[in-house]
Nanobody
């Protein structure tokens, strides 16, 4: 049974920081590309950060320099460190896993989401 369980969301003031965690089970974690997506109110889900199975990261301009994705393969966990948070970062954040081997390329999984609210 595949599970992605997010934690770490909450309410913070503008300029503050949060660290999100996503614990995976039921997959060979080290062979999966991992990512964070978010869904802003009234908007479609959008990419926040990706780290591939080799540790290479990518970010959109909206979060580059403020957010950092990392992974700990020994703990089957991916993290998103969010600094200098802005009100426009308010969204539900989702953890995503995509297979990166020949046998798992068609596999994709999503967490349940965690709310991040940035407000004074």
């Amino acid at each position: 049974q595949v599970q992605l369980v997010e934690s770490g969301g909450g309410l913070v003031q503008p300029g503050g920081s949060l660290r999100l965690s996503c614990a995976a089970s039921g997959i060979t974690f080290s062979t999966y590309n991992m990512g964070w997506y978010r869904q802003l109110p009234g908007k479609q889900r959008e990419l926040v950060a990706i780290i591939n199975s080799g540790g290479i990261t990518n970010y959109p301009d909206s979060v580059k320099g403020r957010f950092t994705i990392s992974r700990d393969n020994a703990k089957n966990t991916v993290y998103l460190q969010m600094n200098s948070l802005k009100t426009e970062d308010t969204a539900v954040y989702y953890c995503n896993a995509n297979g990166a081997t020949r046998a798992s390329l068609r596999n994709t999984y999503w967490g349940q989401g965690t709310q991040v609210s940035v407000s004074s």
